[in-house]
């Protein structure tokens, strides 16, 4: 046991939310080559991965950002823009939508020492 108190809540989608954008931003290298596939399949699985802490928070607000990047990111059904610097401007999008989803996505600690005895 220590004497530091524990956190009343635990933020669960910022890891995969920093790691999507990473590989988004490491995805302007290979924009527009056959290497872009692993950076849409990375995307699109952290994007369902995020989508699911955020319902486990109850913070559903967040599909809206969610679900439309599991979508354009997917590798399986493609939706094809041909404008790069569309798709420049969409990873830009992604990485700030994922850095924000990891930063206020918040379930409370079920392990907070320091709550209240009911």
Do not use: E
């Not at 590989?23 to 399949?41: K, T």
């Not at 955020?54 to 950002?65: D, L, P």
């Amino acid at each position: 046991m220590t004497s530091y108190p524990t956190p009343a809540f635990r933020r669960t989608a910022l890891a995969p939310g920093i790691l999507a954008a990473i590989v988004l931003m490491a995805g302007f290298a290979l924009l527009g080559g056959s290497g872009f596939i692993w950076i849409q399949f990375a995307t699109s699985i952290l994007a369902i991965i995020v989508a699911v802490y955020a319902w486990q928070a109850k913070q559903w607000w967040w599909f809206i950002g969610l679900v439309p990047i599991a979508v354009l990111w997917n590798p399986i059904v493609v939706i094809d823009i041909h404008n790069d610097g569309l798709w420049l401007g969409l990873q830009y999008v992604a990485a700030l939508v994922f850095i924000a989803c990891g930063i206020f996505i918040k379930v409370p600690n079920p392990d907070d020492r320091n709550a209240r005895k009911r």
